[in-house]
């Protein structure tokens, strides 16, 4: 068979379709808030290892020494010790997603610009359909050649490795994350996250178990509150919406202004909120609940993304000749590393909120 003829060199073809591949759009698209908030708190890429086949993490889940009670200097001091950290263990996880383009292709496209244009389309389509899958596996899980994912959703009955959020009150949560259970240590602030069931009657208890929650989850924050986001499914934020708006009042600065009692640029108690389209459903395999609100502290749970050689957060490589007698080259999106977790105690699932 003859070799691949080509008539766009692979440095042009690479250079012009990964920057096409930035501004990824086609009428498939919906909004990945999980990867927005990530890229707003941490940067685009961030945090990132550098190296590693396992990453080791610890908490800290005991003391290490007891106290003596002095009073005249002679007592003797309790110099009984013992160790504080327990370890959690992650495989970094990694999925690739291939764009090819053949010779023939090339030669019916008629010239270098259709082909390029063929290739920046094709590496657009694959671009937005990584980040739509990456960020379904985040908020529900369950997506094909993820399996080694963790995922947020924690309360379906499949995911009892991989998910880090359950719809289980504190003390009966029982999830093993990197060979940490939450159920051993679920006597701890941080080691289970926050629940509430909003019992399929949002105007009853919506409002109550948010700001529950929320209040729940900012006494135990890890760090500074401007990592705390909620993630919601729509008829979450309709039914939050259609609750306080009874009590909303509008008004106007200027001439130039108008009102606008539909304005969706919503908070709760001071945390900014935003609709996915993955929240998970009582419809799923293993799901017995409607995910209704995430609240997710950005400080203590993150994607940590993986970097050595190639950069794992959806880097594309250059376009390079498969060979073998194949006229075609291919070129692929990556995407490398693992949900990490840090704490539990400020972030919250609350549940059965569809409901008005």
């Known amino acids: 068979m003859p070799t691949t003829s080509l008539t766009v060199d692979n440095e042009l073809l690479s250079a012009t379709s990964i920057e096409a591949a930035r501004e990824a759009r086609d009428v ?51 110099l009984s010790f013992s160790g504080v950290l327990s370890p959690m263990v992650l495989t970094p996880a990694e999925v690739s997603y291939p764009i090819g383009i053949s010779a023939v292709e090339e030669d019916l496209n008629g010239g270098d610009l259709q082909t390029i244009e063929l290739a920046s389309r094709r590496a657009k389509a694959v671009m937005g359909e990584a980040k739509r899958q990456f960020e379904k596996q985040m908020i529900q899980g369950g997506v094909a050649q993820y399996e080694d994912w963790n995922t947020l959703n924690g309360a379906n009955s499949n995911f009892t490795t991989k998910g880090l959020l359950e719809a289980a009150a504190r ?21 289970n996250n926050q629940f509430f069931d909003i019992g399929n009657s949002f105007n009853t208890a919506g409002l109550v178990g948010l700001y529950r929650t929320i209040i729940a989850a900012k006494a135990r924050a890890t760090d500074d509150l401007s990592g705390l986001t909620v993630i919601c499914s729509e008829k979450g934020m309709e039914n939050y919406k259609r609750t306080i708006q009874a009590n909303e009042r509008y008004m106007v600065s200027s001439g130039a202004e108008g009102l606008d009692a539909a304005n969706m640029n919503l908070m709760i108690a001071g945390v900014p909120a935003h609709v996915s389209t993955h929240m998970p459903t009582s419809s799923l395999d293993g799901m017995t609940q409607d995910l209704s609100f995430y609240l997710i502290d950005l400080n ?28 075609v080259r291919v070129a692929e999106i990556l995407v490398r590393g693992q949900l990490w977790v840090e704490s539990w105690g400020s972030s919250a699932v609350l549940a059965n909120g569809e409901s008005f």
């Open 28 to 78: 498939r698209h919906v909004t990945t808030p999980f990867l927005a908030e990530l890229a707003r708190f941490h940067g685009e890429g961030q945090p990132s290892k550098g190296s590693g086949h396992k990453w080791i993490g610890s908490f800290q889940t005991g003391d290490h020494s007891a106290p003596t009670r002095r009073r005249t200097g002679y007592e003797q001091m309790n």
């Open 171 to 191: 003390g009966s949560q029982s999830n093993v994350i990197g060979g940490f259970s939450k159920s051993t240590h679920s006597a701890l602030p941080g080691a």
């Open 300 to 327: 203590a749970i993150y994607c940590c993304w993986s970097k050595v050689i190639r950069d794992g957060y959806f880097s594309m490589s250059d376009f390079e000749n498969v060979g073998n007698g194949y006229q």
